[in-house]
């Protein structure tokens, strides 16, 4: 047989072998990029550690098939339009935050890329979505304002210290769901026969003259309303309810890490393994205008029996076995 029909042949059959594997072959795997608008960069790391965890259990590895792009007010809150039209031109699949500011931000630079709120307070009240069940637009994700949630606050505040009359509450006018909380407040102040004292502190620059208000005013104890930018100072919150001998109550963790009395909010780490499961869910085709936003199901008692020392107060029995968490 003549040596180029041999070649002819062999290759033929090579073809052959060789084309079906080449059929089956998988595809490529495919990369998303998500981007992140936060507040402060140092504040919100555990935030985001937690949410990267919950999407490695979904199947996404930052750096292999999920690429995480993020930026950072630090602070300055009016810079968050500029960031968020960043992101969107990056051309992310979804976008993520915990800040009410920064997802209006967010909600103003696109009207196209899903974006998936992880904690907002009142999505509803703020314009976010039209309403909880059924969100329309782009935007979904979970709430971390519980109807009842600054009530039951109040309420442990109160047993505290019974003899407490008059309760400061801080609280930040500028935030968009600042009212909604301090509605709660006076719904709960009513009940319990206490009278509110509210402090206004739009940045940090006040806190000090705001805690003169509340010596002034004689207040017994003091409610800090959920605010971003209370979180990002929560430390020093810590310290000047510390120095004017105020039993304080936050709304996450970490205040009471850093010598603040009692925190009682939303399981931080629950939101954002939730949020990770939509996030999940539109990547694989899902509309956030079919995603209902959720509201929070777990919930944090923390108490610091140090600083309930510090401060001469015995804390009732009844609030050491609700608590999750006694601080030593």
């Known amino acids: 047989m003549p040596r180029t029909i041999v ?67 630090e602070g300055h809150y009016e810079r968050f339009p500029t960031l968020a039209a960043e992101l969107v031109q990056l051309k992310v699949d979804v976008l993520l935050t915990v800040l009410t500011p920064a997802a209006l931000a967010l909600q103003q630079a696109t009207t196209t890329i899903p974006i998936v709120m992880m904690g907002v307070a009142d999505p509803v009240g703020s314009g976010l979505v039209a309403s909880l069940a059924q969100p329309g637009g782009n935007i979904t994700g979970v ?19 019974p003899t407490a009359s008059q309760v ?24 319990l026969g206490v009278q509110l004292h509210r402090v206004e502190a739009r940045s940090p620059e006040a806190f000090d003259d705001a805690f003169t208000a509340m010596t002034r005013a004689h207040a017994g104890v003091l409610l800090v309303m959920a605010d971003s930018m209370f979180f990002a100072h929560h430390r020093r919150l810590a310290e000047l309810a510390a120095m004017t001998r105020l039993p304080t109550m936050y709304n996450l963790r970490p205040f009471v890490e850093a010598g603040g009395l009692m925190a009682y909010g939303p399981s931080t780490p ?59």
């Open 7 to 73: 070649g002819l042949l062999v290759g033929l059959a090579l073809s052959i072998l060789v084309a079906p594997l080449a059929a089956e072959a998988p595809p490529p795997t495919p990369v998303y990029r998500l981007g992140y608008l936060l507040g402060t960069t140092r504040e919100h790391e555990a935030f985001l550690e937690t949410f990267l965890e919950a999407m490695r259990a979904l199947g996404y590895v930052e750096g292999q098939n999920l690429l995480l792009e993020y930026r950072a007010a």
């Open 168 to 191: 400061a509450v801080l609280w930040n006018p500028a935030n968009p769901a600042a009212g909604l909380q301090m509605r709660e407040a006076t719904v709960a102040a009513q009940r």
């Open 143 to 161: 709430t971390s304002l519980a109807p009842d949630l600054v009530g039951k606050q109040l309420e442990f505040l109160t047993e505290v210290r």
């Open 270 to 328: 629950d939101l954002r393994r939730r949020a990770a499961v939509l996030v999940d869910k539109i990547l694989k085709g899902a509309q956030p205008a079919d995603l209902p936003v959720e509201q929070p199901r777990r919930f944090e008692f923390v108490i610091n029996l140090k600083t309930a020392q510090a401060l001469g107060i015995t804390i009732p029995p009844h609030l050491l076995v609700l608590a999750d968490e006694v601080i030593q």
